[in-house]
């Protein structure tokens, strides 16, 4: 069984125990608004994985420090991990290649995970950010959370989960495709509207009060139970 020491270890996550059986997992970049790096992403798997045979846990909530959940991907971090001395398109593309399978990994090990995850969305949620989401069993967020698929407008497409994830989650592919092909943004009452949150809460405080409440009903559960409707 892992201890709280297993978590101790993260610089871009926190993980602390909120209740008994109740493990809280933080985006821990607050001066950049959580946006994912090599280091969070890399982190973030070896969390999930630590968790899956942590018997010591069983619901997890997900939340970001500072005043945003997460600003997507940290451009200027991914560009300096593809920065080769080569000219060869092809040995960049390799590379490129290789960095989106770490990234798609980082978001699978949520879905992966046997216990279940509660994102807890505050501020802004962007790109990266709804991959991350998507791959979350239940979603809860506050008033002032916003959210967008922007991937489309740096010339990119959204391949690291949600176009995988988000047209299950919410079960309308024209809203999908609306969201993705524009990247605009979208407002915490739309995004309940159409199923990608399943509470809207009045503030931050509020959204993780009710976030650990409901992870500690379901740590109350036989986790064999639990895991197995997962």
Not at 28 to 52: D, G, M, V, Y
Not at 152 to 175: E, F
Not at 184 to 211: H, I, K
Request: proline share 2%.
């Amino acid at each position: 069984m892992a201890s709280s020491v297993a978590y101790g270890a993260f610089q871009c996550i926190r993980a602390t125990y909120a209740a008994e059986y109740v493990l809280h997992v933080q985006l821990n970049r607050p001066k950049q608004l959580n946006a994912l790096n090599k280091s969070l992403w890399t982190e973030l798997t070896q969390c999930f994985r630590t968790i899956q045979y942590d018997s010591s846990v069983r619901a997890v909530v997900l939340s970001g420090q500072g005043r945003a959940f997460c600003a997507g991907l940290d451009l200027k971090d991914s560009a300096s991990d593809l920065r080769l001395t080569t000219s060869d398109v092809s040995r960049k593309a390799y590379r490129l290649r290789a960095l989106i399978l770490e990234i798609q990994a980082a978001m699978s090990s949520v879905q992966q995970c046997d216990k279940p995850v509660i994102a807890a969305v505050h501020g802004p949620c962007i790109g990266g950010g709804i991959d991350l989401i998507t791959a979350c069993d239940i979603r809860y967020c506050s008033k002032e959370a916003i959210f967008s698929v922007k991937e489309v407008d740096i010339g990119m497409a959204a391949d690291i989960g949600t176009l995988q994830r988000l047209q299950k989650v919410v079960g309308s592919d024209s809203w999908v495709r609306e969201v993705c092909l524009t990247a605009r943004n979208f407002s915490s009452s739309e995004a309940a509207q159409y199923g990608l949150v399943s509470r809207v809460c009045a503030d931050g405080q509020t959204l993780l009060e009710q976030a650990l409440g409901l992870a500690t009903t379901i740590a109350a559960k036989s986790p064999i139970a639990t895991m197995g409707t997962k």
